[in-house]
Each structure stands twice: as C-alpha cells, then as structure tokens.
C-alpha cells in the first residue's frame, strides 16, 4: 500500500487535473448522500485523471503524498477518501486535524482502525507471518482512547466512517461464530458508547463464515454498521449484502462498501498486473451494477453511502469512481437494464 504522509514540508501545491465536462456534469447529478472516493491518493499515475503535471511531469509519490490531497478534493467526483495509513499506527488529532484543514466542507473521511485492535495476532515485519498473541486484540478502551477520540476531535464534522477491519482471524476464532460474534459485538459496543451517533463504526470482515445473518444482528444491536469487503475471499457482493442484510433499502443506517480487489487476485500480483493505476485493465461489471444499484436506492431513501475503490479492484480507482458514478446516475433515472 502507497503511504499516507502528513501534511508538512515546503514542496509546491498539487493543481488538480482539468476534467471533463462529463465528469463535471456526473458531479452535479450524483446525490448528495453518495460519497465516492479511493483508497490514499498519493498515486503519480493518476496524473491528468486527478492531478495536473508538475513542471510536465507526474509530481513524485512523495510530494502526491504530502500536498496532494487538497488537488483529489477539487474533484468532483471524490468526495472522500479512506485513510489506510491508520491501519498500521494511530494518528493524533494534530494529524487528522491537518487533513480535516485540507479539504472543502463537504467532505468526509472514511478511516480504518489500526489493527493492533482488530488483529488477534502480533505479525513479523515484512513476511506478516503471526508472532504471537495480540494483547490489545478487542481492547476497546485502548482503541477509543488511542484512535476513535482522536479521529472524532481532529476531523469534526469531516468524519465519516471509522471501519474497524478485522483480517482472516483463523479458525481458533471463527470455529466458534456465536461466540467471536459476541466478542466483536461487545467490543463495538463499548466504543458506540463513548462515540458521538452521528458518527457511524463500522466493521468489515474477511472470514466468508462470519457473512451471515447472525452476525449482522451482533453489529446492529451493538450499534454499529457491516461494511461490504469487495475482496477475493469474501462471497460476491451481492451475495455478502443479502447475507448481512445490506440489501434492504428501508435500513436506517450508512451503506458503507470498500472495493478492495478484483476477485481471483492477490494484492501484489493486482499491483503489478494494474501498474501504474492509470486505467482500467479489468472491468468488475458485475461488482459495479451491485453496488450502484444498492448505492442509488439507499440515497434515494436518506442514507449515506460510502464507497472507496482501491486501484487493484479495477486497475484505476479514479477510474471505477467515474464508471459507478455514471453507473449511479443510470439507475436513480431508472434507466438500468
């Protein structure tokens, strides 16, 4: 994953790329519940699809990194972003506080949580192998002391979902889904407790088992929301949202859907098929009709909906964004197939 870094330094502004008028005219019709947007944005190769050159050439991954952001907000497409950065150590409400600066009024981030809370296991650098037990696995004051609060008080009222992702947990845990369901709930619980309500927690799963109703009902009556995983080993995306009950549009509370990797990949082998993120190289068309769909008729119902595309879903996250934009706009005019 390309890092996220903070906001410092003295390197020159970012300009956003000229778009089309389609693109602008996708912007004005896309409503204004639907939040699209990407996984990081510090990406050379999305120069002339979201950053204009520097100096006639792609601004490097760094200075993307570091001054970027303000030029991915001017999109009119990408009103939000997910920061993964956090997945891997917590920010301070200073650093949030720094990309809330960044960004006009309408925006909103959606921020995983580091997964010293979500991973029940101590990984080795580099190879990710499991080391040892996760003492701070499901410490639910610690993650609300150490990221929720900070992330509420940095980003205010730019905050969108904080999703808790928890890795493939092993069968130790998911051998028993009542009981892992119970543990994940209650953590939840405790953090929907000291979160602000307008603030939705919600939790993504990569364990195929753990896609199910009873599940689902352990999120809701914590308070928190399921976040689709559009991912390899997930079941597709229509089936995990009927699975987990997203598939209701008379639900109350936030769609929230990352598109993660094209099914039958794995991350380093779509990074180096999709490289360098400029276009699109596999089109997920059945992924794309699901969430457009479930996207469109959640809005139209007074939901928020949240959906960040990584560049190995499709091959160019800024690309898929405009694809289910237009995708969106076709079934809100009832004109899909």
């Known amino acids: 994953m390309t890092s ?21 005219r996708l912007g004005r019709t896309l409503p204004a519940a639907v939040y699209l947007g990407t996984s990081s944005w510090s990406f050379p190769g999305w120069t002339g699809l979201v950053f204009a050159p520097r100096n006639g050439k792609p601004a490097p991954e760094q200075a993307l990194a570091r ?43 959606v921020v995983k949580a580091p997964a010293a809370f979500t991973d029940p296991v101590l990984r080795k650098p580099g190879s990710g192998e499991a080391a040892r ?10 993650a609300a002391a150490t990221f929720v609060d900070p992330a509420v008080a940095g980003l205010g009222a730019k905050a969108g979902p904080l999703v808790f992702q928890f890795p493939p947990l092993g069968r130790r845990l998911t051998a028993d889904v009542p009981r892992i369901t119970a543990r994940i709930a209650a953590f939840m619980a ?17 364990d195929p088992e753990l896609a199910c109703a009873a599940f689902a009902a352990g999120l809701r009556d914590s308070g928190a929301a399921p976040c689709l995983a559009v991912h390899a080993r997930m079941p597709p995306v229509a089936e995990q949202a009927g699975a987990l009950g997203l598939d209701r549009f008379d639900s109350p509370i936030p769609l929230v859907a990352r598109w993660n990797l094209h099914a039958g990949h794995r991350y380093e082998e779509a990074k180096q098929a ?35 595309i990584n560049n190995k879903a499709e091959g160019s996250a800024p690309c898929s964004v405009e694809k289910l934009a237009a995708a969106i706009a076709t079934v809100s005019t009832g004109d899909e197939a």
């Open 4 to 24: 996220q870094l903070s906001l410092f330094g003295d390197a020159d502004a970012i300009d956003p790329a000229e778009v089309t008028e389609e693109v602008v």
């Open 67 to 109: 001054h970027g952001l303000p030029a991915y907000a001017a999109h009119p497409l990408l009103r939000t972003v997910s920061l993964d950065r956090t997945f891997y150590a917590p920010l301070t409400r200073s650093e949030f506080a720094a990309y809330a600066a960044q960004v006009p009024d309408h925006f909103r981030f």
């Open 133 to 142: 037990d996760n003492s701070s696995f499901l410490d639910a004051a610690a």
């Open 190 to 206: 405790v953090l929907r407790s000291r979160t602000p309500r307008s603030i939705t927690l919600a939790v993504e799963i990569r």
């Open 274 to 308: 999709y490289f360098p993120f400029d276009r699109l190289v596999e089109q997920d068309l059945a992924t794309r009709k699901a969430l457009a769909i479930m996207a469109a008729r959640a809005a139209a119902r007074g939901r928020n909906v949240f959906i960040t």
